[in-house]
């Protein structure tokens, strides 16, 4: 018997078997059909041919009469889906909130009745917010913060998984909004190195979860807490090359880095920008005198003590040496010499106190550029502040400059 007569002769006598079973839903028997159809394609390429209809027939009485087997085969093939697809989902990004909107949306699509999943992270034993998604697909909104007896903050310390049931019959739940009803859960998402976050999933019916559902949002919860250990430690590391190891700013290459995105988004926009940069006035003497370890010392507590009091857009950061760069977004000529002046006035309040018992004070000159007035590029725009702010030193210490002029050929957008 050929190939094809042998496969159609099963398949027939299946669907025969199955139109005897008044009580098997028609979708049920189609996704049958389909198993056995690959199951018999498996038994064809690995088996002798005199053996093949021996094997394929009896495993196709057994699988059309036998719902158990076919429903724990269906159960094992959405679990193997589920890692399958939220494996590439993870691993195809170290970006931390890609990899948690990935695992809230896995989480909801392998729950029946999921209302909303929300992950919260796990650090220095506080929750922060990570993700959120509900069933009307609204994002990282989340339902309410953690409590300290709520089910995500025991979930977390305790690294045991929490089923609630009826959240209505749940004193731990009395602040959940009022249309919610049903059941929920929390599970710590763990690693070798300790917890590292918690997944919540709630659903609008009462009851719990099956054994099937909980395997699945364990296997959820077992990658999502590999992915998001490696997309932290990710994100430190970015965090660090970005970082001036002195002053704990950023230092000249995240500065690069803001700058050519705040040029791309005001050519788009049409709006300005400012640069300025600041040299502290006085410093030279603070390591002759007291050596580089005060004077290191002497940098951070100055820098620090200017970005205190910034707009959370404004980006100040380490230029080199005894320079600061900030830049300011949205921000034309006038605003400029308002910030500036403020910072200057600022300083005159500054001291540090020295391990002799000197009182050791500092001054600024500074120098403004705003795109396109004074330079279109990012290179010519640091010209442009740079000279207006050795003008400045030039000229009066502890004071500001504006450019003068145009620095550099303008970019054709801006001709």
């Not at 389909?34 to 394929?56: C, F, G």
């Not at 036998?66 to 691993?91: H, I, P, W």
């Not at 999943?117 to 917010?129: D, V």
Request: hydrophobic share 40%; net charge neutral.
């Amino acid at each position: 018997m050929g190939n094809d007569n042998f496969r159609l002769e099963i398949l027939n006598e299946a669907r025969r078997l199955l139109a005897a079973d008044g009580k098997r839903p028609p979708a049920e028997s189609e996704e049958l059909l389909k198993l056995l159809t690959v199951l018999i394609d498996a038994i064809e390429r690995n088996a002798d041919p005199k053996e093949a209809a021996s094997l394929a027939r009896p495993l196709a009485r057994d699988l059309v009469q036998n719902r158990n087997l076919v429903f724990t085969l269906k159960q094992q093939a959405d679990e193997l889906d589920t890692l399958k697809k939220l494996s590439l989902s993870l691993t195809s990004s170290l970006d931390l909130q890609a990899v948690l909107d990935a695992v809230v949306t896995e989480a909801m699509r392998v729950v029946k009745n999921a209302r909303a999943a929300s992950i919260f992270l796990y650090l220095e034993r506080k929750l922060e917010f990570g993700a959120a998604l509900d069933d009307q697909g609204v994002r990282n909104q989340p339902w309410g913060m953690p409590r300290p007896q709520g089910i995500d903050s025991t979930a977390a310390r305790s690294g045991r998984r929490i089923i609630i049931d009826d959240m209505r019959k749940n004193s731990t739940l009395t602040d959940a909004p009022a249309d919610w009803d049903g059941s929920i859960l929390a599970i710590p998402l763990k690693t070798n190195q300790g917890i590292v976050g918690v997944m919540s999933l709630s659903k609008t019916v009462c009851g719990g979860f099956t054994p099937s559902e909980l395997r699945l949002l364990e296997l959820v919860a077992n990658q999502a807490a590999v992915a998001i250990s490696n997309a932290s430690l990710h994100q430190a590391v970015r965090k660090l090359a970005a970082t001036d190891a002195v002053t704990g700013l950023p230092n000249r290459r995240a500065l690069d880095g803001r700058l050519e995105q705040d040029l791309v988004r005001a050519r788009r926009s049409g709006n300005s920008f400012a640069v300025i940069m600041m040299d502290v006035d006085g410093f030279k003497s603070v390591n002759d005198r007291h050596g580089h370890a005060v004077g290191d010392r002497v940098l951070r507590t100055f820098f620090n003590y200017l970005a205190t009091g910034l707009r959370t857009a404004d980006f100040l950061a380490r230029y080199g040496g005894d320079e600061l760069t900030l830049v300011l977004g949205r921000t034309a000529p006038p605003g400029a010499r308002l910030v500036v002046e403020k910072l200057l006035q600022k300083v005159a309040g500054f001291a540090f106190d020295a391990p002799d018992g000197e009182k050791i004070r500092l001054g600024l000159s500074c120098g403004i550029a705003v795109f396109p007035i004074h330079a279109d590029t990012v290179p010519n725009l640091i010209r442009a502040a740079d000279e207006a702010m050795y003008r400045a030193k030039n000229e009066q210490r502890g004071s500001y400059r504006e450019a003068r002029e145009f620095t550099g050929e303008p970019h054709p957008e801006q001709a």
